[in-house]
Every structure is written in structure tokens, then in C-alpha cells.
């Protein structure tokens, strides 16, 4: 008995004194990312969990636009030189929050502005942000073989400029799935 409450407590304190990512799980993670071929060229879908840190709440519910860059790049690996780059694309990502109308809104590449009554509901459109063509048919080669790199994160430098440099210090502020690397054989439709 003095053993399993020891032992309780012992695990207790591990869980109490580790650090505060292993227990919230706040950040970017890719879930899953394919690319398919379609008549107008090559898509990628892509899934991710997004889970905002403290800081950046408080700063998007301070009307402060976090901006996210979705980061594609298409190459083939080559034994004589350098791999080649058939294909690189961003697509930018909005997000902010309105202290007047008390609404969310994001935005993808300044074009696509949808409304939301729920920051929640914004974060999945982050979460999920839709297929989209990164590369004309013709730009990839026939049965060739490339990897696929897929990165999401906060992009620090589009924040107002005080906010930068406290960013630079904290690690609340950086957030970035890393890149996540798959192979993909082009059919050539």
C-alpha cells in the first residue's frame, strides 16, 4: 500500500515538473498531406492539428492578424548534382480577429475572407486548408519519382514590430510543423 502511494507520488511530480508541450499539446502537426494529379495540374491536400498558445490568443483577441504560411516544395533527387526544384509554393493564411464586430475572420492569399462566430471554427479552416494546385501537369516528368516537403508555421515577421522582438525570446511565438517529407510518382495524366 505505502508503495503504490509512493510510487503515485513520485509519478505525480514527474508529470508536475515536465515541461508545459508534453503536457497541452500546443502547436502545428501534420496529419496527413497527398498530392493527386487532376486535369489543370497537381494538387495537394493536406491536414493538420493546430492548437494556438496562450500568447498568440490573447494577441489575435487583442486584434493583433497572425499570419501562417502553408509551404510546399516538389523536387527530385539527382546523384550527380543538387536535387532538382521542379516546384515551390506558399500559400498564406490570415488569420484576425475583430474587436467591433466581435467575429473572426480569415483570409487565404487575400482573396478567399470568410467570417467566423467561433475562433474554433476559424482554426479548422487552418487545420484543413483545402486542396489547392501547386504545380502544372506538364512541369513534372512521367513516371519519375520526387519528394514532396510540406511545412506550416507562423510567419514571425509579418507580426507588428514590438511584438518581433519579444517573439525573438519566446517560444510561444514560433510556431512550425517542420518539414514533413513524402515521395510521390508522377503519372502524367
Known sequence: MILRLLLAFCLSSLLAFAPAGARAAEGIELIEASLEATDDGY????N??????RSLEDALMAGVPLYF???VE????????FDEVAAKATRRIRLSYNLLTQQYRASIDGSLHRNFARLDDMLALLRRPGRWTIVDSAALQRDAT???AVQMSL??????????VSA???????MSSGWTRFAFRADGR
Open 146 to 148: 520526387y519528394t514532396v
Open 168 to 174: 525573438m525570446g519566446s517560444g510561444d511565438w514560433r
Open 155 to 164: 510567419d514571425v515577421s509579418q507580426l507588428p514590430k514590438p511584438i518581433q
Open 48 to 53: 493538420f492539428t493546430v492548437d494556438l498558445t
Open 69 to 71: 504560411n502553408l509551404q
Open 43 to 46: 494538387r495537394l491536400s493536406s
Open 74 to 81: 516538389v523536387s527530385r533527387p539527382r546523384w550527380y548534382w
